[in-house]
């Protein structure tokens, strides 16, 4: 009896958990409202709106390339489009990690006030990020008129990498959501662990640079994820292997992620 009523019980969270995600998703009109007012809140008032998040990331590029350039021995004119794309492509990276993790606790109003699916706050997360990417990829226009770079259809290979990262934070999302809200100290650990990832990952740096050691850079996912997107843009087709690798752990991500958001979902409310 005890069995079966454990059954029925497990059935019932597996059922709900599933429509949470199928109806955060088809409430797109929701999550994708909710994002862009974020993007207008965060600029309001502000005479250059959004368009701050593009000129932020061009002084920081104008500002470290020419200073690592230098201090690598590279030269500035193939090095700095090879950092501006890191850059651009790692605050993507890094904010869906940061921000997944503070979806609920971010939400808090939110989820206490209004029956919503709890996937929709990692969704307006992601489509708020995805938001700022693109502003933040015109700040490489600049770069490509000082190099002299000129667009080519290689640069579409680009989206599925894209894509592929959007689909890897949906599950990360909700592991660092779930974790993050139950043990607020999970928080700023998970930032300290982004902050040694960015010098950890080829972004100031290149793999050649560990010589016959550079091997070791190709077991970062978070490499992997990166130059899906930065080496059809930059030139350097990513081989086979980045793809894969970066299909293996996205897998990995859900096969965790499902199981947890079924057994947990309920409680993130009463955790918040």
């Known amino acids: 009896m005890n069995i079966s009523v454990s059954a029925s019980r497990t059935a019932s969270r597996t059922s709900i958990a599933f429509r949470d995600i199928v109806d955060g998703v088809t409430a797109w009109p929701v999550w994708s409202a909710l994002g862009w007012q974020d993007i207008r809140q965060r600029y309001r008032r502000s005479a250059l709106g959004p368009f701050w998040i593009t000129l932020t990331m061009l002084v920081t590029i104008a500002g470290m390339g020419p200073l690592y350039g230098a201090l690598l021995k590279q030269d500035v004119r193939s090095f700095v489009p090879y950092l501006a794309l890191g850059i651009i492509t790692w605050g993507l990276?890094?904010?869906?990690?940061?921000?997944?993790g503070s979806s609920f606790?971010?939400?808090?109003?939110?989820?206490?006030?209004?029956?919503?699916?709890?996937?929709?706050?990692?969704?307006?997360?992601?489509?708020?990020?995805?938001?700022?990417?693109?502003?933040?990829?015109?700040?490489?226009?600049?770069?490509?008129?000082?190099?002299g770079i000129v667009p080519k259809?290689?640069?579409?290979?680009?989206?599925?990498?894209?894509?592929?990262i959007v689909v890897a934070a949906f599950p990360a999302g909700i592991i660092l959501g779930i974790f993050c809200t139950r043990f607020r100290d999970m928080q700023p650990i998970v930032a300290s662990v982004v902050q040694l990832a960015f010098f950890l990952t080829p972004i100031l740096w290149k793999p050649e640079a560990?010589?016959?050691?550079?091997?070791?850079?190709?077991?970062?996912?978070?490499?992997?994820?990166?130059?899906?997107?930065?080496?059809?843009?930059?030139?350097?087709?990513?081989?086979?292997?980045?793809?894969l690798g970066a299909i293996l752990v996205t897998v990995g991500l859900y096969v965790v992620a499902i199981p947890l958001f079924i057994r947990f979902r309920s409680r993130v409310a009463f955790w918040i």
């Open 93 to 100: 990276i890094s904010t869906l990690i940061l921000e997944g």
């Open 153 to 164: 259809l290689e640069w579409l290979l680009a989206i599925p990498g894209l894509l592929l």
């Open 210 to 243: 560990l010589g016959t050691r550079a091997y070791i850079a190709h077991f970062n996912p978070l490499y992997m994820f990166m130059e899906l997107v930065r080496g059809p843009i930059y030139g350097t087709l990513p081989d086979s292997s980045a793809y």
């Open 105 to 147: 606790v971010a939400s808090e109003g939110i989820i206490r006030s209004v029956k919503l699916p709890l996937t929709l706050h990692i969704l307006r997360g992601i489509y708020r990020n995805l938001i700022i990417f693109f502003h933040n990829v015109l700040a490489y226009v600049p770069i490509m008129l000082y190099a």
